[in-house]
């Protein structure tokens, strides 16, 4: 995953951060299934992406992946291969809203 | 060593501004927490190295910070704040009803007998407390029930931005909001009563109304509890009897429109404000910034301007923005939108700034260390 700045700061992370998203081998790797990972490692970033108890997208957070915009997409939707393999980030984005 | 610690909340961060007792020399440090709202910041008096920030963003939410030695180093603590129950709607702009929801909070309010105890006011308006150093926060929810669906939001949100403990009577609370009014509680929170008799509010059709007036800030001094000064959206007022009435002490300001009023340290009747033109224009008046002194409790006032810009000067000092210390010749500080921080030494007879470039200015509190 990469994260914004700002989360990176309260994570205390630099750069790229990796989580383990899936259950198990040949389990599929979702949406949902990312931000519970990234939550349960830095409880801090709880509500700080999501609303509290795994609820919505805050409005001005992205999720991009792949060249794709996931920001729509329910957290069912697995995430694409080159993410769940681990060789390619999930982006949690910070939009431009302002002047 | 005697000393003071100013502690300012900006728009893109906190400083913490250090100095001894004579308070001419400053060390600044900061910003923590930069490019986020630092809405406010404020220490213990139990134990003075503990600090609690609230460091919130439209983007990703609100955050509590703590500090246990005194602003060098913080760490995140809880940040969830759910209201109890469904908390149902309030009133919108437009008389919609809208569904409650927390955004962020405005004040925290460390308990003066328990360092691990602190409250925090929230938008939309709500009362919390933590009882775990800030582990987990909890809502005071009868303050909401008293009949919120009809409580409406001010301009800058519908906010519980004032939090006023009497120290002689421990289950004893003022809370304000905008723009519901202001309100007590004699049980420790159990149970509230609005306290708005004798405000008069241009902007409500019915003056006698219970609830709705946009009161801007509370200001009390410890040694006289019952005694309460207010600055509402215009008119600054007094209650002698815990807010249960309230009279006018605009007297001879020259606006009575503001944000900010508090308390000399050590004289009960020494109260302060800084007037702004209007809430049309949140500026002060012809460009002069002044704080105005009453030491008769109100009515009466004289204008401080010792070293504070007199002409061209169109910034605002929001309600959180202002503070005392209670050193033995009380000092006073308060910080702008413009992103200066000015203080007096000397009870407000003359001032200097502290820092003139700061992001703009969103709280102050003052730490009297000895």
Known sequence: MILPGHLRSLAKVTGEVRVEAAGGPGEPVTIGAVLDAIEQRFPVLRGAIRDYGAGPRRPFVRFFACEQDLSHDPPTTEVPGPVAEGREPFLVVGSISGG | MTGVRVLVGTRKGAFVLTADGTRHDWQVAGPFFPGWEIYHVSGSSVDPNRLWASQTSGWFGQQIQRSDDGGATWEPVGHEFAYTGDPGTHQFFDGTPRPWAFSRVWHLEPSPTDPDVVWAGVEDAALFRSSDAGASWQELPALREYKGSQWAPGAGGMCLHTIKLDPTTPDR??????????????????????????????????????????????????????????????????????????????????????????????????????????????????????????????????????????????????????????????????????????????????????????????????????
């Open chain 2, 173 to 370: 609370m003022f809370v304000a909001i905008s723009a519901a009014g202001a309100f007590r509680t004699d049980d420790g929170g159990q149970s509230w009563k609005p306290i708005n008799n004798g405000l008069n509010s241009g902007h409500l059709p019915d003056q006698d109304a219970e609830i709705g007036h946009c009161v801007h800030r509370l200001a009390l001094h410890p040694a006289k509890p019952s005694t309460l000064y207010m600055q509402k959206h215009w008119d600054v007022m007094r209650t002698d009897d815990a807010g249960d009435n309230w009279y006018e002490i605009s007297g001879n300001l020259p606006t009575d429109f503001g944000f900010v009023v508090d308390v000399h340290a050590h004289e009960p009747d020494t109260v302060y404000v800084i007037p702004i033109t209007s809430d049309e224009f949140h500026v002060p008046m012809d460009g002069k910034l002044r704080v105005y002194r009453s030491r008769t409790g109100g009515n009466e006032w004289e204008a401080l301007t010792t070293g504070l810009p007199q002409s061209d000067c169109y910034v605002n000092v929001l309600r959180d923005a202002m503070a005392v210390d209670s050193l033995d010749e009380c000092g006073l500080y308060f910080g702008t939108t413009g992103g200066q921080v000015y203080a007096s030494a000397d009870a407000g007879d003359s001032w200097a700034p502290i820092v003139r470039d700061l992001p703009p200015v969103l709280s102050v509190e003052v730490q009297t260390l000895r």
